[in-house]
């Protein structure tokens, strides 16, 4: 079932918000921008959503019609730093405000790095960092004028926890680790916070997408829905947490590769090795 199926079959009573924020989500066409995007808007909350598929952006605003926020559906390409200026500026121009961003479009690869084709690297690098960035940089101007805001980029575990065959997508999230941590310091005059989500498994298109071999989802890890990423970043945004690792399972993944890294590299060499 995708996302939207599994949102418009799903419980939806939640009470909107008595003060909605603006918020750009990247990646709004599918999975957990898509499912955060619909969160935010049956909240009341106002959503910029940005994606390269128009088909995709046209459905998602045909649903958004129902509920209590306002949609912006942008097309665009996060690799394009001067078209999502151009669609932040748009952003602010229909809403007069842009307060919140989910950093969040990006793609996987699996694979050894030797045997990888450099395209499908750029690729996972344009993306995952150079439009995070973009993104991120056509964002504060606007919420520096407003006086603030919340900047939630979306990491995974692999980033902290690399494994055999994910050297390509690891590095890319681990520079997420990396510039949000600075990024959180630079900003705390403007008032501005950010918060780095680690994710593990989640069912979207994601693995079906990924570049390099081919995707399943690895079934020796449990899998969570979209709907739980999105229902804990959005409660990200009313807090000014760090980092927040999502299931307990990942922040135990996470504190072995932390305290006992000559562990995990064994047992992740047996199981993906
Ligand atoms: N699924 C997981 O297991 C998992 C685990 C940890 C972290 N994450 C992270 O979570 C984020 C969302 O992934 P997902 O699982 O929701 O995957 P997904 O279902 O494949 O969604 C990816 C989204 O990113 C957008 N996107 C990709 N390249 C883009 C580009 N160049 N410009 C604009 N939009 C682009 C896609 O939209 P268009 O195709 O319309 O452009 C799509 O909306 C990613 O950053 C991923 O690394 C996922």
Redesign the pocket.
Known sequence: MS?LQNWLSGERVSKPVEHPRVVMV?????????ATALLLLSLGHHVAG????AE??ATLATHADSLPGELLPLE????DGNLVQRLAAQTLAHFGRLEVLVA?????HRGKLAEARWEDIERVL???ID?VVHSIRACIPPMRAGGGGHILT?????GPVPTPGAAV?AMS?AAIDSLSQSLRMELRNDDIWVTNMI?????????K?RLGRSGK?ARRLP?MP?ER?AAQLVRAMDRRRRTVIIRPIDRLIVLAGRFTPWLMDRILYRVYG
């Open positions: 996302t990247t990646g709004a066409t599918s999975g957990i921008g898509q940005l994606g390269r598929n995709r952006l665009g390409d996060v690799t969040n479009a990006g793609i996987g344009r993306t995952n439009g979306i990491s995974s575990v692999v997508y999230k994710v593990g498994q989640t069912a979207t298109e994601f693995a997408r989802v899998t979209p990423v």
